[in-house]
């Protein structure tokens, strides 16, 4: 692969296998699948999953030149992965690593109209990405490199994190931008034992953009307000826990460790944009805007937009392919933080993780429409809206 291009997406890839159950389970759905009980469901879509997939392909399509990096088996399932792909480039399979000793990862994947969705998971290859799969040569023609899903990629959050931060010290070392976001790891699983504090502690330093989710993040930071978040949505409060205090709090905690743009990603209360100072976003590498004094020191909750939700897959890595898209093109904070909820909107209309992604000129064109927010769910004092229907600090420490 010859040539300069936007951005690389490394990390966990898989085959996701999604049974159609649009508007057969609304109610109870928790008392619905039991022992013993046959459902009667839709067709049964294949596509594929993770980062490299659903962020990757995503920013493809919205018209950012993209290359994958992401391991299969030598098996089926690799091929299906491998055809797929293809299929909306030609060139975007080229980087995939074959491993011949392991099968190619899959997801059985339930996912209902207004439910958070269940998973079935078998690593396979990713169990084996590590390091030494980055091909750091094709990376250092890009602007972006992007790495999603260590605590599913078992190499790289082992020892402590050693070659995760690894691979982002190379990276960075070249000038290519930095990014990174995770997934929720199983409590009793190896990855969720681990001592994530530590492993973002070690490796947020070499990354330019971390994109996490509110979950994720309590979970490997503060796991006390993580089990009261689980609780309160247990019982359908959820958000009351969630304020602009608290993703102010651990914002400030994660620009701490070093890194210099935080996304939070907020689930159905939208997404947090925070940034570093003027000297330390200057280092931001080679995807940083034009206008980046303007991107130093912003504090923004960007609501979700209006939709009916068909389906959450993929729901964040398309809201981190809005915003990768936008600061790409030269957007403002604020435009760029509409894009990553315009985008993550588009994908919830859809069953999958990119049928719902539209091209970015007619996803612009939506929100210049006046496509309508939802409002959040609980007021914050010291905060107000700005013309673009977002949150912002509205003390002097913060420009709006």
């Known amino acids: 692969m010859s040539g300069v291009f936007d951005v690389v997406v490394a990390g966990h890839l898989c085959l996701d296998v999604i049974p159609d159950i649009a ?41 950012i030149q993209t290359r994958l990096i992401g391991k299969v088996g030598d098996d089926r399932l690799g091929q299906v992965i491998k055809d797929i792909i293809r299929s909306y480039g030609p060139h975007l399979s080229d980087g995939l690593v074959i491993d011949n000793a392991s099968v190619t990862s899959y997801t059985i994947v339930i996912s209902p109209p207004g439910v958070d969705r269940l998973f079935m998971h078998c690593q396979g290859a990713n169990e084996t990405f590590d390091a030494d799969d980055v091909d750091y040569e094709l990376v250092a023609r890009a602007r972006l490199f992007h790495l999603g899903y260590p605590p599913l990629l078992k190499r790289l959050y082992q020892q402590d994190g050693r070659q995760l931060r690894e691979v982002f010290r190379r990276v960075k070392g070249s000038g290519v931008t930095t990014s990174l976001d995770l997934s929720l790891p199983n409590p009793l699983s190896e990855a969720g034992k681990a001592d994530w504090r530590a492993i973002l502690r070690a490796t947020l330093p070499y990354v330019d953009i971390f994109l996490p989710s509110l979950e994720e993040l309590l979970y490997m930071i503060r796991p006390k307000s993580y089990h009261d978040l689980v609780e309160t949505a247990a019982d359908g409060g959820r958000t009351s826990l969630i304020s602009a205090d608290l993703l102010t709090e651990l914002s400030s905690e994660l620009l701490e460790y070093g890194t210099k743009v935080v996304g939070i990603k907020v689930g159905e209360q939208g997404f947090f944009l925070r940034t570093a100072d003027e000297p330390i976003l200057a280092a931001l590498g080679k995807a940083r805007p034009s206008n ?7 504090m923004i909750w960007s609501p979700c937009f209006a939709v009916n939700v068909v389906g959450t897959t993929g729901a964040g890595d398309a809201t981190i392919a809005g915003f990768l898209s936008a600061m790409l093109r030269d957007y403002s904070p604020e435009a760029a933080a509409t894009a990553a909820v315009a985008v993550g909107a588009c994908n919830v209309e859809a069953l999958d993780a990119l049928t719902g992604i539209r091209d970015w000129e007619s996803t612009m064109q939506r929100v210049a429409d006046g496509w309508n927010r939802l409002p959040l769910s609980v007021e914050q004092p010291g905060w107000r809206f700005d013309t673009h229907d977002q949150l912002w600090k509205a003390d002097g420490s913060l420009r709006g």
């Open 23 to 63: 508007d057969r389970f609304q109610s109870q759905f928790e008392r619905t699948f039991l022992p013993g009980r046959t459902l009667d469901v839709g067709p049964l879509t294949f596509c594929t999953g993770g980062p490299v997939s659903n962020t990757g392909l995503a920013l493809q399509k919205l018209g």
């Open 292 to 298: 980046w004094r303007r991107w130093a020191t912003r």
